[in-house]
């Protein structure tokens, strides 16, 4: 969805190391957060109280939840819908 009025953000639970190479290796060219970094007191995935990996959250202008869950084709799927209304201005 290059060049659309979307934004994807990751957050990792692996290891440090462990996800930079998921990265080079995955060409990943989105943002990455890790998950719990050390010493932190609180994690990404407990404040968005995450149950499994992964969780996609689909998030409108509105800052409104459009999907939450485990199925990327759902998530795909609902997120090309919320950009085609952005661009027929609805």
């Known amino acids: 969805m290059k060049g ?5 953000i990751g957050v990792n639970s ?7 190479e998921a990265v080079e290796e995955n060409e990943l060219n989105w943002r990455n957060f890790q998950n ?3 010493g932190a007191e609180s994690s990404i995935s407990d404040a968005w ?3 499994g990996w992964p969780t996609i959250v689909v998030i409108d202008g509105s800052f409104t939840i459009r999907y939450r869950g485990h199925d990327g084709h759902e ?12 661009k027929a201005g609805k």
Do not use: G, H, N, Y
């Open 36 to 38: 719990s970094p050390e």
């Open 14 to 20: 692996d290891d440090l190391k462990r996800a930079q």
């Open 49 to 51: 109280r995450v149950r």
């Open 75 to 86: 998530a795909t799927k609902i997120a090309k819908e919320l950009v085609a209304k952005l």
């Open 4 to 8: 659309e009025p979307f934004a994807l």
